[in-house]
Structure formats: C-alpha cells, structure tokens
C-alpha cells in the first residue's frame, strides 16, 4: 500500500467517529485547506484582510506566500508593495510597485496606478528618500507627460535635490500648460536662486498676460529692490518705483504699496516723494509710523525733523 492509500485509510478511519453531514464538512474543510496552500488568490485575498486589520507583517507573509505562487501577480505585488510602505521599507516598497506597473497593460489601471505612483512619490519625499521619490513621479509622468500635478511633485523633489536647472526646464513644460499659474511659481524661482534679471523677464511675461494685476508688479519691484546691490546707478530704482506706481494706479487704496514706494524714494535719496508717499500711507493705516520708525529704508530720514513730526 502507497503512503497515498494509507492517508485515505487514515482520513476514512479518523471521520467514522462524526455523523455522516459532519463528515462532509470536514472533507470539504479538508480539500479548502489544500486549495489555500495552491491558490495565489487566497493568499492575496488574505493579504489584503490582515492589511486592512493592520496587521502589516503577518500581510506580507501572506503576499510573499502568494507570489511564490504566482511571481508576476500585480494586485499582489501592489498590496505587498503597500504594506513594505507601512513598515518603512520604502525602496523594497517602491521596487515591488515599479514592478506591478512594469506588468501592467491595461490603460485605465495604468491611469489610476499613475496616481497611486504620485502619492507614493509624495510621501517618499516626506520622509526624505527624494532620488527613490523621483523615480516614481517620473515613472507617473510615463503615462501623462502633461499632467500638470505630477509635474508640481516633480518641481518640489528636483529643489529637494537642489537640481535648479531640471526645475527650470520642468516650470517650462507647465508653463506651456497653465502660463498664468506657473509664470509666478518659475519668478519665485529665480527669485530665490539669486537670478533676478531673469525673475524680472519673466515678471514681464505675466504682466503681459495679466497686465492689471497689481501684486505682479509689486514683485516686480521687490525683485528689482535686490538688484541694488549688484549696481551703483538708480536704474534698478527707478525700475521699482514705476513697478509700484502702476500697482498703486491698479489698486491706490492699499497703503502697503504706497509704503513701499516711500522706502525706494527714501533709499534712492528723494525726501520729498519719499515723505509725500509715507504721508499717504499713514493717511490709509497709522500704524505705518512705527514701522517707518525701525525700517533700515528710511534710515537716511530717521533724524530729519520733518520724517520725526510725521511719524511721532
């Protein structure tokens, strides 16, 4: 007799002792039992139950049991990919997610992986992990190379890798779909890196699609105020006093701009414009004296007589 026969004879033997409707639920227990151990979708099935319970470790057991199954199952690989994720095994995590997409050929999934890619990118650069994080907004960027969120999570990992030039050409490519919005984001840019003659250029580019925005030609002047120290000449000044005029011609009832024409006449060595502006100002928000008091701008200005009687 085969140990085959004998395992029956031992089944049979064994099941004799329950009633004949108990015996067919255990035989039917019996034969689940062995599908589990040969069926991958039990185990993802499984997986996904103790994921949903939190049970992250005793999950990717199960995942693990179900690609020794089935290597290239996707729902599997995303799943064990996820709970990798949870226990902070973020390039394991990726690796097995990169891997599902790689399989994937079905468009509309591929559509949805692409965000689950963009939210798994942002929560890599969360943590920190911003070279794994690049790579799955660009792997999202695969299927929409025009959508214009994975390109904003792209723009914000690039700065995380101080990659100003890759910033650069990405703000491009927004450009050339939402130019109002990302015109702005691209000035800040420059702004910050210190170029500001080419913050000023694409200050210009905006203004000529929203010429009567009075906060770009705010920034504009903010932005031509740092160059003065790139030059003795009051051209960037004066750049920055008509940036501030047209903005006070779009909006003449905001005291802060008056204010911040005030403090470029003050530097530029004009007291009159400069106390005639400082005078509005206070006229709109008397609260400006004190701050004139302590601004470095009017420094020149802080013991004349009359920038102490307007502003006691």
Not at 1 to 9: L, N, Q
Not at 36 to 52: I, M, P, Q, S
Not at 91 to 98: G, P
Not at 231 to 246: P, V
Request: proline share 2%; net charge neutral; hydrophobic share 35%.
């Amino acid at each position: 007799m085969t140990e085959y026969d004998k395992s029956i004879v031992r089944t049979r033997t064994s099941l004799k002792r329950f009633k004949p409707k108990v015996q067919n639920k255990l035989v039917l227990r019996g034969l689940l039992d062995l599908s589990e151990v040969r069926d991958a979708n039990y185990w993802f099935y499984k997986g996904e139950e103790l994921r949903e319970q939190e049970n992250f470790e005793e999950a990717l057991d199960a995942f693990e049991k179900g690609l020794k199954l089935t290597p290239d199952g996707i729902n599997i690989l995303w799943s064990k990919g996820y709970s990798l994720f949870q226990l902070k095994r973020y390039k394991d995590a990726f690796k097995c997610n990169y891997r599902a997409v790689e399989l994937e050929n079905d468009p509309g999934r591929l559509h949805d992986m692409s965000w689950d890619l963009h939210e798994m990118s942002f929560n890599l650069e969360w943590e920190g992990f911003f070279r794994i994080a690049l790579k799955a907004i660009n792997k999202a960027l695969n299927f929409n190379q025009n959508n214009i969120y994975h390109l904003r999570m792209k723009v914000t990992i690039l700065e995380d890798l101080k990659q100003h030039e890759e910033v650069l050409l990405t703000y491009d490519k927004m450009i050339k779909i939402a130019p109002e919005l990302i015109f702005i984001k691209k000035a800040f840019f420059l702004h910050r890196l210190g170029r500001y003659k080419e913050a000023i250029k694409v200050y210009d580019k905006l203004i000529e699609l929203e010429p009567n925005d009075p906060s770009l030609w705010y920034w504009k002047a903010k932005t031509f105020i740092k160059m003065r120290h790139y030059t003795k000449t009051d051209i960037f000044y004066d750049g920055a006093i008509t940036a501030y005029s047209k903005a006070i011609e779009e909006y003449p009832n905001y005291q802060g701009y008056w204010y911040e024409r005030a403090s470029i006449f003050s530097l530029k060595g004009d007291k009159l414009n400069a106390l005639e502006d400082l005078s509005k100002t206070i006229t709109l928000d008397s609260s400006y004296k004190e701050d004139a008091r302590e601004d470095e701008f009017f420094k020149v200005l802080w013991e004349d007589n009359d920038f102490k009687q307007m502003t006691r």
